[in-house]
T-cell receptor, first 116, second 114 residues
């Protein structure tokens, strides 16, 4: 069966510090991977998605970047955190396919980031 | 533009009472609609989804939702709430124009009192 892991679970960082959040998926190959952010009082917003190694698309301009150095590893980074980067970050995966048909996204447990 | 509105930020119900969580969407084509539940400190779990066909959709944990195109709504219901249903509930619409981008509402927090 497939599982998705995120770490750390919680993180408190000062403004201006770097960030690295990791997401890994087990039990599947060539998944599509997603990073979402849930800011306080707001719904989840898609930040990045990836259909393969080193293939990253950004949905919104921001202070963050993403990388996919391995097939089942998705990393969210920042060189200098802003207060507005605080939120709950969720990684998700779906079965990669050449079809345009929808595949269900499965979410990880999330990382709660507080920037002070 | 796609959007999802959940007008109720917080709802409190008694255990055993019925529940209805509201969701309105805006989408140019036939929507793919979802309800997710998020327990404290957990990721999202899919409760149910609507793609086409029968407008009344059954999900897990005794939940159901009804798609009403004329009202652009996809309300979630449960006839008898259990204390374990206390969580945050998110409605989402799928945008397939690029990535399978899920547009989420702001969520409704459900509190269940004994």
């Amino acid at each position: 069966s497939q599982t998705i892991h995120q770490w750390p679970a919680t993180l408190v960082q000062p403004v201006g510090s770097p960030l690295s959040l990791e997401c890994t998926v087990e039990g599947t190959s060539n998944p599509n991977l997603y990073w979402y952010r849930q800011a306080a009082g707001r719904g989840l917003q898609l930040l990045f998605y990836s259909i393969g190694i080193d293939q990253i698309s950004s949905e919104v301009p921001q202070n963050l970047s993403a990388s996919r150095p391995q097939d089942r590893q998705f990393i969210l980074s920042s060189k200098k955190l802003l207060l507005s980067d605080s939120g709950f970050y969720l990684c998700a995966w779906e079965h990669g396919t050449f079809s345009s048909a929808y595949n269900e996204q499965f979410f990880g447990p999330g990382t709660r980031l507080t920037v002070l | 533009a796609q959007s999802v509105t959940q007008p109720d930020i917080h709802i409190t119900v008694s255990e055993g009472a019925s529940l209805e969580l509201r969701c309105n969407y805006s989408y140019g084509a036939t929507p793919y609609l979802f309800w997710y539940v998020q327990s404290p400190g957990q990721g999202l779990q899919l409760l149910l989804k609507y793609f086409s066909g029968d407008t009344l959709v059954q999900g897990i944990k005794g939940f159901e939702a009804e798609f009403k195109r004329s009202q652009s709504s996809f309300n979630l219901r449960k006839p008898s709430v259990h204390w374990s249903d206390a969580a945050e509930y998110f409605c989402a619409v799928l945008d397939q124009t690029g990535a399978n981008n899920l547009f989420f509402g702001t969520g409704t927090r459900l509190t269940v009192i004994p």
